[in-house]
């Protein structure tokens, strides 16, 4: 793992009382599986042995404040690496586990849409006309959401919608593209980066987005995804230039006083699934 004289190893700070008392106070019980899966996810990916320790632990600690598991195979949320930095990453199964903890969605989902399946899209109420699939080609994706009170709501994007989206906030992609590589998540696996995609779109733009400790969570996740924790807040470096310095663990969650009951702390960029060892990151979707 990457380490210099001046900065302590990864192992060195989750073994810390400072750090581990920062995880029980967000996971309890559950801390220390959660830290050893740190370790365990870091192992395996030789390019987040090459980020700071500051970077994994600030990406870690979003995913605990969350209550996420950041174990690859489930596809919550994710620790990816990019130029040197480990970003948080939510999967759309995050997306839909956080909002439905908020208890304000009675339905989320997101998928592919194969030709015929969308007949045509109403443009005053943006309702889907439904059609009869006639082959299994897709042409694009769709995410529905419904919520407690009523209120329903679709977005559909059509594949080229997706790979113009794809192209412009993912310059790893765009780089495939120029160079004729397969080294993004979004060449890799579009299929689950697009479902994210379009869901995140329909959540950042008609989803319950409110103070609260439950649906602020969900907001959290949003403005979080695919981002490094900086001293400027956070920072989507794939479509930035120039370095970052990375916010130290302490400053992104707050160390309780001795005498809070840590079941009182309040929950405080984009990967379908872990990306292998040789593959770079890709920025995070548009913040809108």
């Not at 001293?231 to 309780?256: A, H, M, Q, T, W």
Request: glycine residues 6%; contains cysteine; charged residues 25%.
């Amino acid at each position: 793992m990457r380490n210099t004289q001046d900065e302590p190893s990864l192992q060195d700070l989750l073994n810390s009382e400072k750090i581990r008392r920062r995880f029980e106070a967000l996971l309890d019980k559950s801390a220390q599986s959660f830290m050893s899966s740190i370790l365990t996810i870091v192992r395996g990916n030789s390019k987040l042995r090459e980020c700071s320790a500051d970077s994994i632990l600030a990406a870690a600690g979003i995913a605990a404040a969350l209550k996420l598991p950041i174990n690859p195979s489930l596809g919550f949320a994710f620790i990816v690496p990019y130029k040197g930095h480990a970003t948080f990453q939510i999967g759309w199964k995050g997306f839909v586990q956080l909002a439905m903890r908020s208890g304000q969605y009675r339905t989320l989902n997101s998928g592919a849409v194969r030709e015929g399946q969308i007949e045509d899209i109403d443009f005053v109420t943006g309702e889907i006309i439904r059609g009869e699939k006639i082959s299994d080609e897709i042409v694009g994706y769709v995410a529905y959401m419904e919520l407690i009170n009523g209120f329903k709501k679709s977005l559909y994007m059509s594949l080229d919608e997706m790979q113009a989206h794809a192209e412009k906030y993912s310059q790893s992609y765009a780089y495939d593209l120029r160079s004729g590589r397969k080294s993004s998540v979004w060449s890799t696996n579009f299929d689950a980066m697009a479902k994210k995609t379009v869901l995140k779109k329909l959540l950042n733009n008609f989803g319950i987005i409110s103070i609260d400790q439950q649906s602020a969570a969900l907001a959290t996740a949003l403005q979080a995804d695919q981002a490094v924790i900086t001293e400027d807040g956070f920072r989507y470096i794939d479509n930035e230039r120039g370095s970052e310095k990375i916010v130290p663990f302490s400053d992104v969650i707050g160390l309780p006083d001795g005498d809070d009951d840590p079941d009182d702390t309040p929950d405080d960029n984009d990967t379908p699934d872990n990306k292998p060892d040789d593959t770079p990151n890709d920025k995070p979707d548009e913040q809108n």
